[in-house]
């Protein structure tokens, strides 16, 4: 069993969720999170830290197979995050905002240059 980021990470991307994860299975996109199927160990910490209510259980109905395959494809691509970082500038209010599966990045996330 593995935990799934879904959709509501789209164009939020909190990290509160990786500060507390274990086991650093969190990659980061330009404008979502991923967790890595393979190495996640179940243990849920993230869940409730997600203030997206985007991490599900692979055994609940919001995981489907479709999340559980972006989560899986991107860990391979992304780079590993392992603290937290300020959310997108806009992540409030896209948080709850459905329709944004379409809108997944499959950039990796890429450092500001200032």
């Known amino acids: 069993m593995t935990f799934v980021v879904t959709e509501n990470c789209i164009k939020c991307k ?3 969720c990786v500060e507390v994860c274990p ?6 996109g330009e404008n979502m999170l991923v967790i890595h199927p393979d190495e996640c160990i179940d243990c849920g910490v993230c869940v409730p830290e997600c203030p997206a209510d985007a991490i599900f259980s692979d055994t609940e109905p919001q995981a489907t197979a479709y999340w559980l395959e972006v989560n899986r494809k991107y ?3 992304w780079p590993n995050l392992t603290g937290k970082k300020p959310p997108l500038p806009n992540a409030d209010a896209e948080n709850g905002r459905p329709g944004k599966a379409g809108e997944l990045s499959p950039l990796p996330a890429s450092e500001d240059v200032a």
């Open 75 to 77: 860990a391979d691509l």
């Open 14 to 16: 909190y990290t509160d």
């Open 23 to 28: 086991v650093d299975c969190f990659y980061e």
